[in-house]
């Protein structure tokens, strides 16, 4: 089994932060960010799907490292969020980086709570996708700038 924790990661300002986990590596960020724009069909949400909210860190800004992640679920009833469905995929290439984000949090079905992720400088693109007891799957991408 890989394990996908780094303990030490310096911050922008060369600081070291200790026990902080690295979500994506710098590669594979700069590798996503210079590789061309992917086409991909537009589809229409499925009706009720679960809906995935951002609570933090505010899109409207740029944010930190490392960063608080709060996610949450909410399901149509009478279905529930299968909180094992649960999967992050980074970049253009979708790399699966679900286990990195488990090894600090835990998924519910109300959300997800990362209370510290270390991510490089730069702008992310994670897909986050979840399904609920009756099979339908909801999605949401989630964008960001690391300063």
Known sequence: ??????????SFSGAILAAQPLL?????MQESNKAPLQISSKSSPVKDAPVI????????DSVGSPTRIELTFQ???????????FKALYGTFQIDITKRLL??????ET?????????PKGQHKI???????VGRSGSRVFEFAVN
Not at 1 to 10: A, D, P, Q
Not at 75 to 85: D, F, G, M, R
């Open 24 to 28: 994506v590596t710098l590669e594979e």
């Open 111 to 119: 959300g997800v709570l990362v209370q510290q992720a270390s991510l």
């Open 53 to 60: 909210e951002i609570v933090t860190p505010r899109l409207l």
């Open 127 to 133: 897909l986050l996708v979840i399904e609920d007891s």
């Open 103 to 108: 090894s600090v949090a835990k998924v519910t």
């Open 1 to 10: 089994m890989k394990i996908f924790i780094v303990y030490f990661w310096l």
């Open 75 to 85: 399901s149509t009833a009478p279905s529930n969020v299968k909180p094992e469905s």
